[in-house]
């Protein structure tokens, strides 16, 4: 079977992450695994025969025929409004893959790893996080997560029990009571403070938005770290 054949998974669970988004556990005969870091197109068909395909990132990896996505709600868009509001455990959902060979980490990579996320953008990064902890890899990782506030983080409690990684959280819009630090984007003086140095020669991955990607990216070059050793993937929006 290839990644270009449409497989049908059908959905084991579903979890609300955010006020507006879910993730999704499917069951999928047939499929045979992925790395962290991929994605897969996912496809609805209407009774009249028209159809609309996303590409979204897998929150699970490795081997297994079991799937996770995470997806945010787009109020005008085709597919999010159905996966977030109306799928169900026992339906049944098409998708193909895994897709995508640039942006992925491998347990057998022995750099330091920084990722990068915005919003929803944590979600192939957990895939490495995953990998990361499961691998028992000696590769030291770090998250830097910008999120608008507390209720908008994804997988908030895994992340806050993954002890093999250093995890820093910066709120854009609402801080969590006790905080130490206002409201505020992700700046070059945080992403020199808080990310592995570029002395130290890390593999960056950096999701989210279009606009946070090309900010953080920008910086990120700006401190000294080697362009082609950060790799992004990005989405509408800003």
Known sequence: ???????????????????????????????TGSTAGQHVDV???????????????????????????AV???????????????????DQLEFRGPLGRWFVWKPAQTAPVQLIAGGSGVVPLLAMIRAHTTSSSSAPMRL??????????????????AHDIDVTLIYTRE???????????????ILAAATVPAS???????CGPT??????ASALV??????????????GGS
């Open 200 to 206: 130290e020669h890390p593999a960056v991955f950096v």
């Open 43 to 69: 496809r609805l068909t209407a009774p009249d025969g028209y159809s609309a395909v996303r590409a979204y990132s897998l929150a699970s990896t490795g081997t297994g025929q079991q799937v996770e996505l």
């Open 175 to 189: 801080v969590p009571a006790g905080w130490d630090a206002s409201p505020g984007r992700v700046t070059k003086d």
């Open 222 to 235: 700006d401190l000294g770290h080697d362009p082609m050793a950060v790799k992004t993937e990005r989405f």
């Open 72 to 90: 945010d709600l787009i109020d005008d868009g085709e597919v999010s409004p159905y996966l977030v509001g109306e799928l169900r455990t026992g």
């Open 144 to 161: 830097l997560y910008s999120v608008r506030s507390p209720a908008d983080r994804f997988f908030a409690d895994e992340l806050a029990a």
């Open 1 to 31: 079977m290839s990644f270009r054949d449409w497989l049908v998974g059908t959905v084991v669970s579903t979890t609300q992450q955010t006020p507006n988004a879910k993730s999704i556990v499917l069951d999928v005969p047939g499929w």
């Open 211 to 216: 606009g946070f990607v090309e900010a953080v």
